[in-house]
């Protein structure tokens, strides 16, 4: 069995984004960056399926994206990956939907049996790619993963967080299954596997060998900081608080 | 040429959330000069529909094969009713109903699709629409290529529509059995019962942190406030990790997006994923032991204090 998980590189969730002061896009400069929180939990889930299932299982890292992908990459080979893929473009550009026409192309030529990726990238906060793959495919698809369990070597059920509960569905391989922070905990890259990543391959292929166009259907005008902060009245005690939330903000 | 509304509903009623998106529908519309219609799928529809026809017209596909809502045969009827409406927008509220569906439904139109719309304009006559991105750090204002136009909008940034005086039309969407796909079988569904009203729909939504450890310490302070306040109950990441509260409480930018009139943070340090799904409550109020926790950057009220000694205090107060 093989298994494609798409990984993107994001910045870091630890530290404040900052807009360009021209509106262009956010400050890089300064940022780190790391693999896109929901992409880890899928590559760990990709890593807990191989140790249970035993070597035939084969997990490949994909990006889509410039070189400064191979870092994160790297970080998915030390992880446990077997393979790491980069289809070289400009990522300035990309939207869910030409990332899935994208993975969908990959797709044909990997030919895996899952599609396991995060339900969203922590950057553009879409929340797409993944039911639009599995549309383009006509696969199955089971968003917001957070329990994955094989009923038989091809058929899968897999524990949804939904708005109303938790949602189990079963769905046959080939599918798309999008990940949810509950699913597991990522491990950690140990610092002998990191270096011992920097040594490995990164296939790269660039997105006209790949003989897709990008053709993003969505464009960021511009970007603003979205204003925080309110002034802080600091209360004393419940009772001052009551009485204002009463006579003053007329809340209760 | 219509605007097509994807309509969510409990057992009788379409959900408000529904009727902000419908309200966005009309605004786009009386710009177009488009018909506005809702399309409302499932099975055993009827006081649904007749519910939803108060608001715009209605159409209705109804088939015992739709009674779960299933992304494989969802996605193909809302693609199947726009292309012979020949729908121009698709608009929806944006909740995990619509967030699984939507993004399947634009891949068979080629639709373009944006996200947790939050704001509109117009320049040049070109659709300019306002999201959150970077966990709502930042705001994009984005445009879209290629019709239809597939929008999900916080529900929370858009008044519910108010019925129309005269209801519209129901009309039934022939549903053939033989063109939906069989891809996901549904199992079941697990949830928490609770008498409080939902989250994203209530007016008050006290909500708490890691500084409460276990489920029965949750309802004895948190749901008993809640109670008293009327509220919702609501929760961050930290807690539903900890399994002491189910995830469809959690408040955030993987959880629910609120705003109520009141937003009450007990124990809560305000993390940027966790103010993502809150900061536009019109008045927040913050308790934490410590003066210094990010959460009294936004809220308007501040009491700094052991959550365990003031919660029971403020339902006294409130009681009295
Ligand atoms: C990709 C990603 C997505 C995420 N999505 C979400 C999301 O949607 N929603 C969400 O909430 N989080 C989300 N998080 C997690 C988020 O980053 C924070 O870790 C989380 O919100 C912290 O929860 P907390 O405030 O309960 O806990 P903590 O940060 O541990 O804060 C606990 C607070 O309680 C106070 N406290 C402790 N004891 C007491 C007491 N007795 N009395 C008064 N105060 C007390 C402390 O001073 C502290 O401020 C996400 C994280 C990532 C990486
Ligand atoms: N540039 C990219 N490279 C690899 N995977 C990506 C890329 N962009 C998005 N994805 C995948 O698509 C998922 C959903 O992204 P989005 O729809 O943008 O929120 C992410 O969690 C990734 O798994």
Redesign the pocket.
């Known amino acids: 069995m093989k298994i494609l998980v798409p990984t993107k590189r994001v910045p870091s969730?630890d530290e404040p984004v900052r807009v360009h002061p021209d509106g262009s896009g956010i400050d890089n400069a300064t940022l780190t960056h790391m693999i896109n929180?929901?992409d880890a939990i899928a590559l760990e889930e990709a890593l807990r399926i191989r140790e249970r299932q035993g070597p035939g299982v084969g997990v490949v890292a994909v990006g889509i994206g410039s070189v400064a992908f191979e870092s994160e990459l790297r970080t998915a080979l030390a992880m446990g990956a077997d393979r790491a893929l980069r289809i070289d473009c400009d990522d300035s550009v990309l939207d869910p939907w030409s990332v899935a026409q994208v993975l969908a192309a990959i797709v044909r030529r990997e030919k895996p049996d899952l599609v396991l990726m995060g339900k969203q990238a922590?950057d553009d906060d879409s929340n797409q790619a993944g039911q639009i793959l599995a549309g383009l495919l006509d696969w199955p698809q089971a968003t917001f993963a957070s329990k994955i369990q094989f009923l038989e070597p091809a058929r899968l059920q897999v524990a949804r967080e939904t708005d109303r509960g938790l949602e189990t569905v079963v769905i046959r391989l080939p599918a798309v299954v999008t990940t949810d922070?509950r699913l597991n905990e990522p491990r950690y890259a140990s610092l002998p596997a990191l270096m011992k990543a920097r040594k490995r391959p990164i296939e790269t292929v660039s997105q006209r060998e790949l003989g897709v166009s990008l053709e993003p259907k969505v464009r960021i005008m511009r970007l603003e900081q979205a204003a925080v902060g309110r002034e802080c009245v600091r209360v004393a005690d419940v009772a001052e608080l009551v009485r204002r939330l009463r006579y003053e903000a007329k809340v209760i | 040429m219509v605007i097509l509304v994807v309509a969510e509903y409990d057992t009788a009623h379409v959900r408000p959330g529904s009727r902000s998106a419908l309200g966005v529908a009309r605004d786009l519309a009386a710009r177009s000069g488009e018909r506005v219609e809702w399309l409302v799928l499932g099975s055993g529809l009827d006081s649904v529909a007749s519910d939803a026809a108060r608001f715009a017209p209605v159409t209705v596909a109804d088939h015992p094969l739709l009674v779960q809502a299933t992304a494989d045969r969802y996605a193909r009827v809302i693609a199947d009713v726009a292309r012979a409406h020949e729908a121009s927008v698709i608009l929806a509220n944006a909740t995990t109903f619509a967030k699984d569906i939507l993004p399947r439904a634009a891949a068979l139109l080629g639709a373009a699709m944006a996200g947790d719309v939050t704001g509109y304009s117009f320049a040049d006559g070109e659709l300019l629409l306002r999201r959150p991105m970077y966990?709502g750090a930042t705001t994009a204002t984005v445009t879209l290529a290629g019709r239809p136009y597939i929008i999900t909008v916080r529900a929370s940034a858009f008044p519910p529509a108010e019925p129309l005086a005269k209801s519209g039309e129901c009309v039934a969407w022939n549903v053939v059995a033989a063109t939906l796909p069989n891809q996901i079988e549904y199992v079941g569904l697990e949830s928490r019962p609770t008498m409080r009203p939902d989250l994203t729909e209530a007016r008050v939504v006290v909500s708490?942190?890691?500084?409460f450890r276990s489920s029965e310490e949750f309802e004895q302070y948190v749901g008993r406030l809640a109670d008293a306040l009327k509220g919702a109950a609501g929760?961050?990441?930290?807690?539903?990790d900890d399994g002491i509260t189910p995830n469809e409480w959690?408040?955030?930018?993987?959880?629910k997006v609120v705003a109520p009139e009141l937003y009450v943070a007990?124990?809560?340090?305000?993390?940027?994923?966790?103010l993502?799904?809150m900061k536009n409550s019109r008045i927040v109020v913050a308790?934490?032991?410590?003066a210094e926790?990010?959460?009294f950057s936004i809220a308007n009220y501040g009491l700094v204090?052991?959550?365990?000694q003031?919660t029971p205090a403020l339902i006294e107060e409130l009681n009295r």
């Open positions: 969730t929180p929901f922590v922070l | 966990a708490v942190g890691r500084a929760c961050t990441r930290a807690l539903v959690q408040v955030g930018q993987t959880g007990l124990g809560i340090s305000g993390a940027i994923q966790h993502a799904g308790v934490n032991s410590d926790a990010p959460i204090g052991d959550v365990r003031i």
